[in-house]
């Protein structure tokens, strides 16, 4: 199962909106609702951001925001802050393999 | 607030076995699914596989054959084990739990992760 296709980085400045892509197939992203971004800083553990494709854990801002359109789906923040800046990786239930399969990861770099 | 605790040898020598175990503290082991991620260095996020506290496991299909992920609920603890380890194996290991939030299972709880390097 190859991973799902994300821009190797996004920068954005301070108070703008980005938005990180996240491709796969009919048989992962588009087939299903089940798509989930993480957020990991340097040297942390990923944190659960986004869930069911638009829905966030209680505790994760507003800024933060996940859409799906056919086989891609998006992760939007908006308000850019410097706390953002962080790898950002989205992952799908897939029909082909036991296991979710996951992005290939973005770098957000806020300018 | 319940917490998740990687621990084992940092470095594994090729051929020889990486051991890993996962404590779980402040909260049931039961009820939930138990993973293991890996992260090469420089490189993004990798299954291994999970198991529930029932003892069922799903393994990823490129590890399966050198793989084994076990639990022992009376030490609220679930541990992996890979044999034959090669230097593409070195990597940091993350225990996550797995979560039923809305319509599926997800990644909510990470231990904050162990690099473990296959070198002799």
């Known amino acids: 199962q190859s991973a799902l296709t994300q821009p190797a980085s996004v920068s954005g400045s301070p108070g703008q909106s980005i938005t990180i892509s996240c491709t796969g197939t009919s048989s992962d992203v588009g087939g299903y609702n089940y798509v989930s971004w993480y957020q990991q800083h340097p040297g942390k553990a990923p944190k659960l951001m986004i869930y069911?494709?638009?829905n966030r854990p209680s505790g994760v801002s507003n800024r933060f925001s996940g859409s799906k359109s056919g086989n891609t789906a998006s992760l939007t923040i908006s308000g850019l802050q410097a706390e953002d800046e962080a790898d950002y990786y989205c992952?799908?239930?897939?029909?082909?393999?036991?296991?979710?399969?996951f992005g290939t990861g973005t770098k957000v770099t806020v300018l | 607030q319940v917490q998740l605790q990687e621990s084992g040898p940092g470095l594994v020598k090729p051929s020889e076995t990486l051991s890993l175990t996962c404590t779980v503290s402040g909260g049931s082991i039961t009820g939930y699914f138990w993973s293991w991620i890996r992260q090469p260095p420089g490189k993004g996020l990798e299954w291994i596989g999970f198991?529930?506290?029932?003892?069922?496991?799903n393994y990823s299909p490129s590890l399966k054959s050198r793989l084994t992920i076990s639990l022992d609920t009376s030490k609220n603890q679930f541990s992996l084990k890979l044999t034959s380890v090669t230097a593409a194996d070195t990597a940091v290991y993350y225990c996550?739990?797995?979560?039923?939030?809305?319509?599926?299972?997800?990644?909510?709880?990470w231990g904050r992760g162990t690099l473990v390097t296959v070198s002799s």
């Open positions: 198991i529930f506290d029932s003892g069922s496991t």
């Open positions: 996550a739990r797995r979560l039923n939030w809305g319509s599926y299972w997800y990644l909510d709880l």
């Open positions: 992952s799908s239930y897939t029909s082909t393999t036991i296991l979710d399969v």
């Open positions: 069911d494709v638009s």
